[in-house]
DNA sequence: AAGATTTGACCATT
DNA sequence: AATGGTCAAATCTT
């Protein structure tokens, strides 16, 4: 029914927990093509205690699965609004929704340096596996970098999404992670290659209109062997 | 029959 | 002993 909006990969359910002080339980997702392909991208969703439409979602690994057709993310299109939220923290980004498919795709993302965009760009799907080589796709230093786009979608029957996409985008160098927001990655240290979290509302109250769904991604990457 | 989910047991950490 | 994450058998869905 419902659950966050769909980021474009495909994931099989390999377990659920409660966590305390959540209200909701968490959700275990792993690529589908784990032993297809040995993909060991994983993920986890957690519904917001506080806001019902918000889920906290966290991805982990990088998908080796050149396989995977990832279908567009999520609604499609276009749209236009955006809005922006209340939130955050990190300092807006207009431009770069490209950004996000890539993140959410999971192709990476991070770009060394520290700052923007257009590096961004270049992470495309074209190589795809860090998984060996370490350094030079993905950055070698660990950054990580959180970028926020809102969202809508409608759900019930008729969906009409329209979302928006402004995202924010913030990069931090080795170690530390700031998102205020929502999640925390807990202890970062041994060897995760890539963590990504993103909350994404879904589904929005049907009458009311405004929700402002916004969906955050954050992530993490860990020195694959690196440095840092 | 093959693939996906559900769910409690099981294991690793703290 | 309490938590969070994973496994796997049973179950449900294609
Ligand atoms: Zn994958």
């Given amino acids: 029914m419902e659950g966050p909006l ?4 495909s994931w099989r359910k390999y377990g659920q927990k409660d966590i305390l002080g959540a209200k909701f339980p968490r959700g275990y997702y792993r690529c589908t093509y784990r032993h297809t392909h040995g993909c060991l991208a994983t993920k986890q ?22 396989h995977c057709l990832q279908r567009t993310p999520t609604p ?26 890539q993140l959410k795709t999971g192709l990476r993302v991070k ?3 520290f700052n923007f965009d257009e590096q961004l760009l270049e992470s495309s799907p074209s190589f795809s596996f860090p998984s060996t080589p370490p350094n030079c796709i993905k950055p070698h230093n660990n950054l990580f970098s959180s970028a926020s786009m809102p ?4 759900m019930g029957n008729n969906s009409t999404t329209t979302s928006a996409e402004s995202n ?3 990069l931090s160098p080795c170690g530390v992670n700031n998102f205020a927001g929502g999640l925390n990655l807990q202890g970062f ?10 909350a994404a509302s879904t589904t929005n109250s049907p009458m009311l209109g405004m ?8 992530f993490e990457t860990d020195f694959p062997f690196g440095f840092c």
């Avoid at 995760?192 to 979290?197: G, K, V």
């Fill in 45 to 66: 969703v957690q519904r917001s205690s506080e806001d019902d439409f918000l889920f906290d979602v966290t991805y982990r690994g990088v998908h080796t699965c050149n």
């Fill in 111 to 113: 770009t060394e340096g």
């Fill in 211 to 218: 929700d402002f769904p916004m969906e955050q991604i954050e």
């Fill in 151 to 154: 969202e809508n979608q409608l």
């Fill in 168 to 170: 924010y985008f913030s």
């Fill in 76 to 101: 499609s299109p276009k749209e236009e609004n955006l809005i922006q939220n209340q939130a955050s923290k990190p300092q807006a980004h207009p431009h770069q929704q490209q950004l996000l498919e």
């Fill in 189 to 198: 240290d041994t060897e995760i290659a890539e963590i990504i979290s993103a």
């Fill in 6 to 9: 769909d980021d474009g990969y």
